[in-house]
């Protein structure tokens, strides 16, 4: 096996250690020996060299020899599953489906996957009177080949409401409507679901409620009680399903997500109080590289209250936000990237209520941190990095930051 050792000690004796990039470039100096037999050399490609900016590369046709390195007993899965986790990610069926390698990138390094768009109702309803599963059944079978967990996202989401649902005459039945999608949805995946994003980003303290919950159209359309009926609903449709009510904001030390932590707190124990089925809380995990906030004892605090109520944690959709960083050079982002990830993950894996760690993509080639309707880039001319794995799917920094973070957990 090639290390990142001997990738060193043969720069260092070809007197090449300026051609294996920054960070090869900065262990050589530094003299510190790798931390896993199986590290490799990474961030050697050219643009890795300069911090020039990424090129426009094929989809890799298979998975580089780095990344072969680290499948088996080096992946992903297989440190999260001897530490009582399971390692996951979100995929997007389309670009899988044509993706043989990332077929097998996933398959090699996960237990879990969760669609990151295929269940949703714009997905999902084409029009009032249509389902369209396609992408979902496919993305199940996938599953099935692959013998990984399916996490279901999500069935109410104030951002994923059709137009002809958003322009809706007021005299539609929307409490039966969504209820009907409920039964039908989770109805036709009951069984093989292991939790179900129910209810997504209800809470939002801006909006000025009492309650802090987001006026979102379900708010609108049938109340502050849509979110008991929706998880109610989803019971009855898959009684197997983990119930989860996922939200971002609550990751940092500062007075928003104090007042996000404690509003959403604030719901889950009314919903227990209401005998409403709820087995588990989603923390979303975007965070950001250079976030002038901390990540410290309020994320400690609220995960612990959440075990408290006997729920369950999941982080469902990490990955890191590195527009904020000041300089281009591509090893040093990736270093600050995955010391972000470490600063994350060594506080919420400390909590044994924490079951399972997703990061929202794979690889930077398919992050909705490089432009999409939820997300615009503040340096357009700079591709993020956001994931574990790099264009080309080689493992990052990050991809050890997340092993060493998991070996590192107690629980
Ligand atoms: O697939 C269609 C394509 O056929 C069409 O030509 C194109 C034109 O707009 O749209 C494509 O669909 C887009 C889809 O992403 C796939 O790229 C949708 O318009 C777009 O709305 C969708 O954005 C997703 C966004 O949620 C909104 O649903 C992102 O991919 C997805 O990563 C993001 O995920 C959210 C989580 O669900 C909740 N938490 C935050 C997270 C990031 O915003």
């Not at 539609?172 to 939790?195: E, F, P, Q, W």
């Not at 209401?274 to 087995?279: A, G, I, K």
């Not at 930077?364 to 997300?375: M, V």
């Not at 990050?398 to 092993?403: E, Y």
Request: hydrophobic share 40%; glycine share 6%.
């Amino acid at each position: 096996m090639v290390t990142r050792r001997r990738v060193l000690t043969q720069g260092l004796q070809a007197g090449a250690a300026l051609a294996l990039g920054g960070f090869a470039g900065r262990c050589l100096a530094q003299q510190t020996p790798p931390s896993h037999a199986d590290e490799m050399i990474i961030n050697s490609a050219p643009h890795a060299r300069t911090g020039a900016l990424l090129p426009a590369t094929p989809t890799p046709a298979v998975l580089p020899k780095e990344t072969q390195a680290v499948s088996g007993a080096n992946s992903l899965q297989a440190h999260a599953s001897k530490h009582g986790l399971v390692a996951g990610t979100a995929v997007v069926v389309r670009a899988l489906q044509h993706d043989p390698a990332m077929q097998q990138l996933i398959a090699e390094q996960y237990g879990v996957v969760v669609p990151g768009n295929e269940l949703k109702w714009v997905a999902l309803r084409p029009a009032q009177d249509q389902f369209n599963f396609t992408d979902s059944d496919a993305l199940f079978e996938f599953a099935k080949t692959h013998h990984l967990l399916v996490r279901g996202h999500t069935l109410a989401w104030h951002n994923s409401v059709p137009e002809w649902l958003q322009k809706s005459p007021k005299e539609l039945d929307v409490r039966k409507l969504l209820v009907d999608h409920i039964h039908t949805v989770a109805g036709r995946y009951s069984g093989r679901v292991h939790s179900w994003d129910v209810v997504n980003e209800a809470i939002l303290p801006a909006d000025g409620r009492e309650d802090n919950l987001r006026k979102s159209f379900w708010f609108e359309r049938i109340g502050p009680d849509y979110i008991d009926l929706v998880f109610r609903t989803a019971h009855e449709a898959d009684p197997h399903a983990k119930l989860t009510y996922n939200d971002y904001g609550v990751e940092y030390d500062n007075p928003d997500e104090t007042a996000r932590r404690a509003a959403i707190l604030s719901l889950l124990r009314g919903m227990q109080k209401r005998n409403v089925p709820l087995h588990a809380v989603g923390i979303q995990s975007h965070i950001k590289a250079g976030s002038p906030s901390t990540i410290g004892k309020g994320l400690a605090d609220y995960i612990e209250s959440v075990r408290q109520m006997g729920l369950e944690v999941y982080l469902t959709e990490l990955d890191v936000n590195e527009d904020d960083l000041l300089f281009n050079d591509v090893a040093e982002r990736d270093k600050e990237i995955a010391k972000t990830y470490r600063d994350f993950l060594t506080v919420a894996l400390a909590n044994p209520t924490v079951k399972s760690v997703l990061t929202w993509g794979v690889s930077d080639r398919n992050t909705w941190l490089n432009d999409g309707p939820t997300h615009f880039r503040k340096q357009p001319n700079r591709p993020q990095r956001s994931l574990p794995f790099d264009e080309a799917y080689r493992p990052k920094e990050t991809f050890f930051a997340m092993r060493d973070c998991i070996d590192a957990r107690k629980a």
